[in-house]
Nanobody, 120 residues
Framework: QVQLVESGGDLVQPGGSLRLSCAVSARIFTIYAMGWYRQAPGKQRELVAVVSPGGITNYRDSVKGRFTISRDNAKNTVNLQMTSLKPEDTAVYYC??????????????WGLGTQVTVSS
């Protein structure tokens, strides 16, 4: 059984920063890619960032240079550091464990999500 628990979501002003964390309860963690997705109201869920077991990362264009995904294989955690936040970053953010170690793989498991609201 794989469980992913996100934390760190909050209300923040434009230009601010947040750090999201995801604790992963899984028998095997280190061989799978991990990711963050988000879903804004009325919009489809979209990939934000993904990191392979070896640290290869992919980001959607709109967050490049502002967001950083990282993983700690010793602690079974994955983080998303978000800076220069914009109102359009407002969404529920989901942590995902993927089907393989490839940064191009699809999610196999999802967390319940954490709300990020960027507003003045």
């Amino acid at each position: 059984q794989v469980q992913l628990v996100e934390s760190g979501g909050d209300l923040v002003q434009p230009g601010g920063s947040l750090r999201l964390s995801c604790a992963v309860s899984a028998r095997i963690f280190t061989i799978y890619a991990m990711g963050w997705y988000r879903q804004a109201p009325g919009k489809q869920r979209e990939l934000v960032a993904v990191v392979s077991p070896g640290g290869i990362t992919n980001y959607r264009d709109s967050v490049k240079g502002r967001f950083t995904i990282s993983r700690d294989n010793a602690k079974n955690t994955v983080n998303l550091q978000m800076t220069s936040l914009k109102p359009e970053d407002t969404a529920v953010y989901y942590c995902t464990q993927h089907t393989s170690g490839s940064a191009d793989s699809r999610p196999a498991y999802w967390g319940l999500g954490t709300q990020v609201t960027v507003s003045s």
